[in-house]
Each structure stands twice: as structure tokens, then as C-alpha cells.
């Protein structure tokens, strides 16, 4: 195995957090989660991610036995073993040392076969640029020590980021706490994006009707309103 | 029907461009069995239908990139393929065979068209032909196979299946354009052959459907949601039923061969439809 790339920001000031990790990861409480979509917006607006695609969404579960809602933003699980990695023929996704799973957008032709691989619908074909693009965990927020933009927005502290290859980080002894486990573990992929009180039903739930389209009969994000 | 969403990025581009792939293997190796029996017969009877069959096998795979290379969402950067090379990645390795394969043929089709009938291609050429028109023929279930997080894809299953309609698909194609050449006796063999070919799709997709952890909402759009009408008119009366009751029938017209070898491609091609779409959507990966 080749040495990783270095993370962008290695050498510069203000990145003590980011650079100490061994593991960048995220747990969501789904106990907290109140389906405001507030991490989807925030993240659309600080990554400008193009109408129609998300880089990060808020799942409307029905439980049809209680007739209530479950929420479930789903993202980039940032795979410890991803399988868009090994798809991609140019090697446009890669690892930074932190672990997170990045789109190199120079590389990328657009192939699709990430998109094929990702088990979570996590990756989309940026219509702009035709390449493929995903969640970076707010690569260039973190390096300065902020937040991802979703963490930051969540007003019911629902996500939480940090490093889940330290055990003595707060966000691994929250997962550790909370039993957090990963979502859809069939898949084999050992996600970094871990989930608190996430029920087997969800699995199959969410796997409904995920795609966008006007057949959808759930929420609409968003609409295109301009004038053709 | 409107397939294309992000939910299954291969479309209709990918269908054809892994149909031709599949082809290009299918008239190397009939190239290659014309071959053989030409060296032993030695009398350049077969070599307008070896050339045909490289031709047939330069142009389909030519064509099927053109098609890989449209469906590409920064077509302009398709020469990246050539430059970077990720070696877990199937689509990497089908980049250099594919070009392997090209140039073989290529070779081949200079060597038959310069040296002319008797043994022109030597025994090393024929053992790459067969090997990278073989390696042709497994990449595309190997390029799917890769997600597997999609159950339908499982490799282990698609490898033998969509070499078997590769090389089926080829060998129809190559009697379709080389038909007045074929004998009765050499038609009636292939009869029997087909007949055999169908049983194993059959029993080859049938084993995809059963043993693969495909989850009962993607059976349903399969079997009688949105893809119903080419599983049941395209692939099993189409590319199965019709083929297979012509195969049994007395009659050896050559025109009923033909439309029996017509059907045998659209199958295929049907069928190769069902895997791709049907093995993408948000139904298909959930295992559990």
C-alpha cells in the first residue's frame, strides 16, 4: 500500500484538532434528531451542492404500527473499508490520513461505478462539473477547527463530530455510551458515521422511495422554480 | 419509463456498451474456432467468416466504448482512464484489456488480409486472442460485481452468465452477416447447441434470482413491476421460448435460423437490460 495523501492543510496554522485524528467520524443521535432538514440546507449552502442532489439528507421513516415519524439524516458513511475506493478506476476517491474518504475532482471522469459501489446512495454526478462529489466532512471548515456545517446547524445537538479512533475523545466515549453502532452493518463497509438507537426496520424503510422523483409522495426538499 | 436517477447510474449507455463488450468476445472466439479448423483443413474455406467475425469484434467493442465514453458525465476526460490506474478496480483492468484486445485483433485481421489463406495467424496469437476475448467477455459481469452492495450483481453467478451470452451473442451475429456461407450440416449443430445455451441461462439466472440475498421489492419490480415487460416478452419469449421451440422444430430453413439467431441477440440483450436496471435502485441493496 502506497503512503496516503497528505491531508491539504498539513503545515498550517489553526488545524491542531483536525490533524490529531485518527479517525474522523460523526455520531447521530437519532433520539435528538427532529427532522428540521436544518443539516441538509446548511450543508447545501456551504458546499453549494447543486439543485437536485444532497450531500446530506433527512430520511422521513413512517412507523406504520405507532403512526409516528422516525428521522434519519443519512450521509458519506466515510468507510473504513469503501468500497467507492476500490471501484473508482482512476483513483479519483481516496483517503486522507484522517480517514475520511474524499473525491479528487481532478481525476474524476465521471464513471459512475462509485455510485454503483456506495451502498448508501451517498455519492452524485455533479451536473455542473460531470464529476462525481460527496460529503468531505467539511474538509476546509475543519482544518480551521470548526465544525462540519450540519454539526454546527443541528439546533438539537443530534450530530456530533470527532475522532473515533481515540478512545478517550468525547465523541467515542458518547458512541461507546449510547451503544452507536453503524447503519446497515450488513454491508460490511465499517462506516465512521455511527448511529445512537437506530432500529432494524429503518434499514428496510429507508431503502424506499429514496430516490427524489416527481412519483415521490414525501417531502420535496427542494423545487426549481426558475422559468425555462 | 424513466430510469435515470440517482439511484442507478448505469443507463441504457452501460446496457449496450457491456452487450457489445460481450459480443466482441463471442465473434473473437467463433474467429478463433473458424480458425482452427481452417489450420486443419487448410483450405482457406472459412477466412471470409474469420475476418467477418474480427471485424464484427474490432467494430462492436470500438462502438460499445463510444457508448461508455458518452454515458461518462465529463466525457472529455475519458483519456484519464489511460493515465490513472487503480488495480482494485475492474473498470481499470477492462481499460487495458480492451485495449489489449483491440490491438490483437487488429494484428490478426493485418496478418490474415496480407498473408492470405492457409495458416497465417501462428498458435501464440490464437492461445492471446482466445485469452483476452475471454477476459473481455468476464469484465463486464466483473465491473458489476464490484458493487456489492446489490445483490443481483453476485459475480460468482454473472461471470458464467454473461460469458455464455457473450459468446452466444457473437456467434449469432457472425452466422447473421456470414449466413450464405454456413452449411446445412454445420446449421443443424447449432441447433442442437442452442438448445443447450437456453437450458443454461435459464438455469444460470435462475440460480442469480434464488440464491442471492435479492430483496422480495426487487423481485416484484422485476417480475411484475417496471421491468416486467422485458423479463417476460424479451427475455423468456424472445431470447428463450421462441429460439428454443425453433431449435426443436424439423425444419432447418435457414430463414427460420436467422430469425431464431435475431431473437437469441435481442434476448440477450434483454436480459442484460433486467440484470443492469433491475440490480440498481434504492429496492435492490438492502439485503436484510
Known amino acids: 500500500m502506497s503512503k496516503l495523501p497528505p491531508i491539504p492543510w498539513e503545515g498550517t496554522n489553526n488545524n491542531q484538532r483536525a490533524l490529531k485524528m485518527k479517525r474522523a467520524g460523526m455520531v447521530v443521535d437519532l433520539r435528538r434528531c427532529i427532522g428540521c432538514h436544518a443539516c441538509s ?5 456551504e458546499n453549494e451542492v447543486p439543485l437536485g442532489n444532497f450531500r446530506n439528507r433527512v430520511r422521513y421513516l ?6 409516528t415519524l422516525s428521522f434519519l439524516p443519512l450521509l458519506c458513511m466515510h468507510c473504513q473499508d469503501a468500497p467507492c475506493l476500490d471501484a473508482c478506476p482512476t483513483e479519483a476517491v481516496t483517503r486522507l490520513e484522517d480517514g475520511r474518504v474524499v473525491i479528487n475532482q481532478e481525476n474524476c471522469c465521471g464513471m459512475k461505478a462509485c455510485i454503483a459501489a456506495c451502498p448508501y446512495g451517498a455519492i452524485y454526478i ?6 462525481a462529489d460527496k460529503c468531505d466532512l467539511c474538509t476546509h471548515r475543519t482544518s480551521l477547527g470548526l465544525e462540519p456545517a450540519c454539526v454546527a446547524s443541528c439546533p438539537a445537538d443530534a450530530l456530533r463530530f470527532g475522532d473515533l479512533g481515540d478512545p478517550e475523545d468525547p465523541l467515542t466515549e458518547y458512541a461507546n455510551r449510547h451503544g452507536a453502532r453503524a447503519f446497515k452493518e450488513s454491508a460490511g463497509t465499517q462506516p465512521s458515521i455511527l448511529y445512537v438507537k437506530q432500529e432494524k426496520w429503518m434499514e428496510q424503510a429507508a431503502a424506499t422511495g429514496v430516490q427524489l422523483s416527481p412519483e415521490d409522495d414525501e417531502i420535496v426538499y427542494e423545487q426549481n422554480t426558475r422559468q425555462s | 419509463m424513466n430510469f435515470s436517477n440517482a439511484f442507478t447510474p448505469f443507463g441504457w449507455p452501460i446496457v449496450i456498451y457491456l452487450t457489445l463488450a460481450g459480443l466482441a468476445c463471442g465473434a473473437t472466439l467463433c474467429a478463433v474456432a473458424f480458425l482452427h479448423f481452417e489450420n486443419k483443413a487448410k483450405d482457406g474455406q472459412s477466412s471470409s467468416i474469420v475476418k467477418t467475425s474480427l471485424y464484427l469484434a474490432v467494430a462492436s467493442i470500438l462502438i460499445g466504448s463510444l457508448f461508455l465514453a458518452y454515458d461518462l458525465g465529463s466525457s472529455g476526460r475519458f483519456y484519464l482512464n489511460f493515465l490513472e490506474f487503480n488495480p482494485s478496480s475492474a473498470i481499470a483492468w477492462g481499460t487495458r484489456i480492451i485495449t489489449i484486445f483491440v490491438m490483437l485483433c487488429v494484428f490478426s485481421l493485418v496478418l490474415l488480409n496480407t498473408k492470405g489463406p ?5 498458435p501464440v496469437l490464437i492461445g492471446l486472442l482466445v485469452l483476452f476475448s475471454l477476459a473481455v467477455g468476464i469484465y463486464p459481469a ?3 460485481g464490484q458493487a456489492t452492495a446489490r445483490p443481483l450483481w453476485e459475480p460468482l453467478l454473472l461471470i458464467p452468465l454473461f460469458l455464455l451470452l457473450g459468446i452466444h451473442t457473437g456467434f449469432a451475429s457472425v452466422q447473421l452477416l456470414t449466413f450464405n456461407k454456413w452449411t446445412e ?4 449443430k447449432i441447433k442442437r447447441l442452442d438448445i443447450g445455451i437456453i437450458i443454461l441461462q435459464v438455469i444460470l439466472f435462475g440460480l442469480l434470482i434464488s440464491l442471492t440475498s435479492f430483496s422480495s421489492a426487487g423481485k416484484e419490480r422485476l417480475f411484475s413491476g417496471e421491468f416486467a415487460i422485458w423479463f417476460w416478452v424479451g ?3 424472445i431470447g428463450w421460448a421462441l429460439p428454443f421451440f425453433t431449435s426443436f422444430s424439423a425444419s432447418s430453413s435457414k430463414k427460420i435460423m436467422l430469425l431464431s439467431q435475431l431473437c437469441f441477440i435481442f434476448g440477450a440483450f434483454a436480459l442484460r437490460t433486467v440484470i443492469v436496471f433491475g440490480g440498481q435502485g434504492a429496492q435492490a441493496f438492502i439485503s436484510s
Open chain 2, 118 to 122: 492457409g495458416k497465417p495467424i501462428g
Open chain 1, 41 to 45: 440546507i446548511a450543508c447545501k449552502t
Open chain 2, 235 to 237: 427475455v423468456v419469449l
Open chain 1, 62 to 67: 413512517e412507523q406504520a404500527e405507532s403512526e
Open chain 1, 126 to 131: 455533479d451536473a455542473k462539473s460531470g464529476r
Open chain 2, 142 to 144: 466483473l465491473v458489476l
Open chain 2, 185 to 188: 450440416e454445420s446449421l443443424a
